[in-house]
């Protein structure tokens, strides 16, 4: 029989924080191995639960929730968000201009097929969450990918953005704070985006989606506080600050200067209502977090979890020998460099399939989030400290190993 083969729009698609080494570590678990997974920002496999309030909301609102709610999402919750943007000093938006989602993941693949056609181009931060670059491939467009300078703290190289604007440009993806690498933008870079996407008419997309898991006294700002005169798609959820990824209730807000996108509005309407609702169960629990204690200031407090795991993380993969990281302001992760010289990787997916063969710990190399060098890797550093102290521990001893075997004693 002739071979079934997948579409060629995925041919350019990837998501290895879930790709094929994540295979090979079930394979492993089947065989009875057990696993140190720093793969991904999975926050209940932590014990980091959702706050009980919101869980008991959603279980009251449950015999509510079982028919179609508005396309957009119900109404609470929308207006819930109207508020949060009041909060982050976001003007002019309306109930109507809130889209709820499957998650942020479904809007941001919403939102770009939508808007792109065959051969339009998005610029994109490298390294980048994949899915944004997989959603730009999967809805015709051309990713392009600009700098982020690690030795400027992770920062977007504003010089790179502006050499790779061309006429098929159509947006500007901005993650902040970002993940992998846990840097947190300030107002006098957000403000040169801005006016970079003001100056050629692209539409900014942010995925603010850690904007309150923030360290040492850091704030945040949202990009649309300051691009009221241009077209801002801000994309958030439940999933990190509260810790809720899979109740999937994550929104978009459409800001700033929409007067000439109304056309593409009518088409995120025209999408939204295909695919009916987001889950309604969900939507209930957006109203209650919003407005509630925010239990992730303790978490992420100098004695709070989150930041005293980011410490002993940051402490122990820096005393390695050949890696260096830049400590991360914001998020769940850091993204750990591998000196060349110390350790000559050609394929980073093999050397991270080789570690976990070795050592039963798993992560995610930097080529995965469109990073264009083999010498990064991104950790989650969510595991207790005991268990973090382990699976640092597996890595010194995997890269110790690794440069005997290729001839480096440093």
């Known amino acids: 029989m002739k071979p079934l083969l997948k579409s060629n729009k995925l041919a350019d698609v990837c998501y290895d924080i879930r790709g094929p080494v994540l295979a ?49 999402g119900i109404f609470a919750a929308r207006k819930a968000i109207m508020h949060y943007t009041q909060q982050k000093h976001i003007k002019g938006v309306d109930i109507e201009d809130i889209y709820i989602g499957n998650g942020v993941s479904e809007l941001i693949v919403m939102s770009m097929n939508a808007l792109l056609n065959a051969g339009d181009e998005v610029l994109l931060p490298a390294p980048d969450y994949p899915l944004w670059t997989a959603a ?16 400027n703290g992770w920062l977007p190289d504003l010089d790179d953005i502006r050499k790779k604007i061309t006429p098929n440009t159509r947006a500007l993806v901005i993650i902040n704070p970002n993940n992998p690498t846990g840097a947190l933008y300030p107002d006098e870079v957000l403000k040169e985006l801005v006016e970079i996407a003001r100056a050629h008419n692209l539409v900014l997309c942010a995925d603010e989606v850690y904007d309150k898991v923030l360290y040492d006294g850091n704030t945040h ?23 809720s990824c899979g109740y999937r209730a994550g929104w978009m807000v459409v800001c700033g200067d929409k007067r000439h996108a109304q056309d593409y509005i009518e088409g ?11 889950n309604v169960p ?21 004695t709070g979890r989150m930041c005293r795991q980011r410490d002993i993380a940051y402490e122990l993969i820096t005393a390695i020998p050949g890696v260096t990281c830049v400590k991360p302001k914001a998020t769940l992760y850091m993204f750990p460099r591998l000196d060349p010289k110390v350790y000559p990787i050609q394929d980073d997916q093999a050397f991270i399939a080789e570690l976990l ?33 382990v699976a640092i521990g597996r890595i010194a001893r995997f890269l110790e190993n690794y440069r005997k075997r290729h001839g480096s004693a440093s």
């Open 24 to 72: 090979q570590a079930k394979q492993m678990e089947d065989e009875g191995h057990k696993i140190i997974k720093l793969n991904i920002g999975n926050l209940a496999a932590f014990g980091f639960d959702a706050p009980e309030e919101i869980q008991l909301d959603m279980i009251r609102n449950l015999p509510n929730a079982a028919g179609y709610s508005d396309s957009k």
């Open 136 to 151: 730009v491939s999967l809805s015709g467009g051309t990713p392009v990918h600009y700098l982020c300078d690690e030795a």
């Open 268 to 278: 995120l309407n025209m999408l939204a209502s295909m695919r009916l609702c987001a």
């Open 221 to 243: 700002t949202s990009v649309a506080s300051l691009s009221e005169d241009v077209l801002t798609l801000i994309f958030n959820g439940l999933s990190k600050n509260y810790r």
């Open 282 to 302: 969900g939507q209930y629990a957006i109203q209650t977090a919003l407005g509630g204690y925010q239990s992730i200031d303790d978490l992420v407090a100098p």
């Open 357 to 389: 063969q070795e050592e039963k710990v798993l992560l995610v190399q930097g080529t995965g989030f469109n990073w264009p060098h083999p010498d990064h890797f991104r950790l989650v550093f969510l595991p207790h400290e005991d268990d973090l102290r």
